[in-house]
């Protein structure tokens, strides 16, 4: 059972360059999110999604796009990357139920020079 | 999501219990209140969450004050592997989960 699991790891982009970043679960979760966290900092939320087909936008959306075109997979994509996009990614996914564990996979760090 | 206080960093030693304090004065009747943990390099791990009443599970503890405004993460004997920065957070809200700056926790051997 491999989880929640991020690709790629690393990436290292130029400013203007475009990307996405996959994340993929295979516990059957409904919730899925995606995060970033600059040095010293905490999470921060991007977009999240409460099922296949659906997303929507958290604290921090403006730059990226979204899309859940089947349950298991969200994709985060930038357009145009820039500096300011540097950071750590963390994707989680979580069962319904109002309460539930999320599980978070193990990052990719993104550089943007 | 309503906000949380926590202290920036703590220390405890090795073997011995560790208190990790929040603070929520302004929480409402239908926050729960969540922890979770993030290890060096590491996603962050869910470790326990509570309404009002106390909760204990392998991991550790939580202890809510009876007017909900704080509590208190309790790891019963820190080890090493403890080290990590603990984040507090309340859920009122299914579809989203919103994290703060959170507790550095330093174990000394």
């Known amino acids: 059972n491999a989880g929640v699991t991020q690709t790629p790891k690393f990436r290292v982009l130029k400013t203007g360059q475009s990307m996405t970043l996959l994340c993929a679960q295979d516990m059957n979760h409904e919730y899925m999110y995606w995060y970033r966290q600059d040095p010293g900092m905490g999470l921060r939320l991007i977009h999240y999604s409460v099922g296949e087909g659906t997303t929507a936008k958290g604290e921090v959306p403006d730059g990226y796009n979204v899309s859940r075109l089947k349950k298991q997979n969200f994709l985060l994509g930038l357009e145009s990357a820039a500096p300011s996009q540097t950071s750590v990614y963390f994707c989680?996914?979580?069962?319904?139920?109002?309460?539930?564990?999320?599980?978070f996979g193990q990052g990719t760090r993104l550089t943007v020079v | 999501d309503a906000k949380t206080t926590q202290p920036n960093s703590m220390e405890s030693n090795e073997e011995e219990p560790v208190h990790l304090p929040c603070n929520h004065s302004?929480?409402?009747?239908?926050?729960?209140i969540h922890w979770y943990r993030q290890l060096p390099s590491q996603g962050p791990e869910y470790v326990i969450h509570g309404l009002t009443s106390n909760v204990n599970n392998r991991m550790a503890s939580l202890a809510i004050a009876e007017d909900r405004k704080s509590s208190t993460l309790i790891l019963h004997r820190a080890t090493l592997r403890d080290a990590a920065v603990y984040y507090c957070?309340?859920?009122?809200?299914?579809?989203?989960?919103?994290f703060g700056t959170g507790t550095s926790l330093t174990v000394i051997p």
């Open positions: 989680a996914s979580r069962t319904g139920g109002l309460h539930t564990e999320a599980f």
């Open positions: 957070i309340l859920r009122d809200d299914p579809n989203q989960f919103y």
């Open positions: 302004t929480i409402s009747g239908t926050d729960y």
